[in-house]
């Protein structure tokens, strides 16, 4: 019982707190793809707007992938029996596959947008943002608990496990 209370608090207060980890997450992935992006072009970098052949791409904080972050961290407090070191193996092998992932993402969309244009980019930044982003976050979780033998459901063992 007490371990469901410590667990449930703390995805809640997670929950509420989740914008602070944007502090991590925009920076990060800015200069992440600032960088990688000059392996293959010049980029500038102003702010937090790379600018190339005078088109501007600005990471703005939804290009952090969040909400990502955010549910597989959710989904490893909530499922019961996990240790902490597996907790944090999960969330920290989950959060890498999330954050290339979201790195080949963006380097895509800016890609579609310099050699096909604008109307390409908004239909496949759409596609990703709508659907591919979802599948994705649910592939890393399935392909977590294929991997490391996960047993229990999330909130469901709890409940069973209470009643």
């Known amino acids: 019982m007490k371990s469901i209370f410590l667990r449930y608090s703390l995805a809640f ?5 989740s914008s602070y980890l944007l502090f991590v997450l ?3 992935t800015l200069y992440s793809t600032y960088y990688l992006l000059q392996i293959f072009i010049e980029p500038y970098l102003v702010n937090s707007t790379i600018i190339i052949n005078e088109v501007s791409f600005t990471i703005i904080p939804a290009c952090t992938a969040l909400l990502a972050y955010i549910l597989l961290l959710e989904l490893i ?3 019961r029996e996990l240790t902490l070191k597996l907790s944090l193996k999960l969330f920290f092998q989950g959060a890498l596959m ?3 992932m979201n790195l080949f993402r963006i380097l895509l969309l800016i890609f579609v947008y310099l050699n096909f244009g604008k109307n390409y980019f908004d239909a496949i930044h759409l596609i990703f943002w709508h659907i591919i982003s979802t599948i994705f976050v649910a592939f890393v979780w399935i392909f977590l608990v294929e991997k490391y033998k996960i047993k229990s459901i999330p909130i469901y063992s709890d409940l069973k496990s209470l009643f």
Request: proline share 7%; no cysteine; aromatic share 8%.
């Open 77 to 79: 407090l909530l499922t």
């Open 13 to 17: 207060i997670i929950a509420l707190l």
């Open 26 to 28: 925009l920076p990060v």
């Open 98 to 100: 999330i954050f290339l």
